[in-house]
């Protein structure tokens, strides 16, 4: 298992590449610096270039040339050459004087098997229908409305699954983000101190599993929609938690299972406007003993500062998608204060997520 920095460490480091981009960007004429910034998505392209082609997987096994990367790969020796140079400069791969292109720390991570590979998420962000959909990211500025019901037809999630090849590529990527939060969420947070956490629409029961692992005297329910096909119930067993653990076929806006001490949602609330949002906290606040918890896995703004966060991106994202929207602290407080809830903590982790933490009222 990777060992991870502590919270503290992680943000310092964060700090200090923030503060070393500013300076970048002071010391170069605003134009330029502006015109640096414009064009990373063309960079954004390269890096999807090189995850689907699996040039990290070749690389992997030494050194190797250009053109014989090209052909392991099935591509042109000229573009992939064209394409290291790009992504050496950004320390994605290592040209050496002898012509040949070495592994990275970051080249590493477009490896499939690397345990914390990013590669589906890479694969996700440069995929055309991910593009398609940001090209009407204007028409959500203008209009502050999701775009994606009015250009295809449909909500994000329907479209995801009538267009299964797309919703898999979804579907991996945010898998991918998603697990390599799990450790420092389970690094962060006690939840021995719980008998029973419920977490609530959770997929295959990815972090579920983690605190179970973590936690040998917690029980879990795993309630989902899709828990009866997404292949929840091997993965529990494979990880060795499925005798601790129930599956519940749960939907979001249905009444929810009882029975929980602490109840877990993960990336779910900065799915939904507010509205729908507040009926998924009040069914859980409905459902939850007088002394439990509620525990939001979020992307959490800081209330204040112009600091570069991944939340402030995965919010233009959401209000593109389907008008959700990422909160800060106060935000949180307010909006669980309406569910029936108050605000106890938020616990920042060594990833971009932090627990929301609230109780009953």
């Known amino acids: 298992m990777l060992e991870l920095p502590p919270p503290q460490v992680v943000r310092e480091a964060e700090k200090n590449r923030a503060e070393l981009q500013k300076q970048s960007r ?21 890096i999807y270039a090189a995850a ?14 250009p053109a014989e990367i090209a052909r392991r790969v099935g591509a042109d020796a000229g573009a992939v050459g064209r394409l290291l140079r790009l992504l050496a400069g950004h320390q994605i791969f290592e040209g050496r004087a002898d012509g040949t292109y070495a592994m990275t720390p ?51 999630f329907e479209y995801l699954t009538q267009n299964p090849e797309y919703g898999e590529v979804f579907i991996r990527g945010m898998g991918n983000m998603s697990d390599t939060e799990t450790l420092p969420i389970l690094s962060a947070y006690d939840f021995s101190r719980f008998g029973t956490v419920v977490d609530f629409c959770g997929g295959r029961g990815g972090l579920l599993a983690g605190i179970l692992q973590q ?14 096909g997404n292949g929840a119930a091997a993965f529990l067993a494979e990880q060795g938690v499925a005798d601790r653990c ?45 002394d439990g918890r509620l525990l939001l896995i979020e992307m959490v703004i800081p209330e204040e500062g112009d600091d570069p966060h991944s939340g402030k991106l995965v919010d233009m994202w959401l209000m593109l998608l389907v008008g959700g929207r990422e909160r800060t602290p106060s935000q949180y407080a307010d909006l669980v204060s309406r569910a029936g809830f108050r605000l106890e903590r938020v616990v920042e982790t060594a990833s971009a997520v932090s627990i929301v933490e609230a109780i009953p009222v």
């Open 106 to 156: 970051m080249a590493d991570a477009l490896r499939a098997d690397h345990p914390m590979s990013m590669r589906d998420i890479a694969v996700l962000m440069g995929h055309p229908t991910h593009w398609e959909d940001w090209s009407h990211f204007l028409e959500v500025v203008r209009t502050g409305e999701p775009s994606v019901p009015k250009h295809r037809g449909m909500g994000s």
């Open 52 to 65: 689907e082609l699996r040039i990290a997987e070749e690389v992997h096994e030494g050194p190797l040339s």
């Open 215 to 228: 936690s040998p005297g917690v029980r879990g329910i795993l309630s989902d929609p899709r828990v009866a």
């Open 26 to 46: 002071e010391l170069a004429p605003p134009p330029f610096a502006l015109l640096e910034l414009a064009m990373g998505s063309m960079l954004t392209q390269a």
């Open 246 to 290: 129930d599956t519940h076929v749960g939907d979001l806006f249905e009444p929810v299972v009882e029975g929980g001490d602490a109840y877990v949602l993960k990336h779910i609330v900065h799915d939904w406007p507010e509205e729908q949002a507040l009926q998924i906290l009040r069914n859980i606040r409905a459902a939850m003993k007088p």
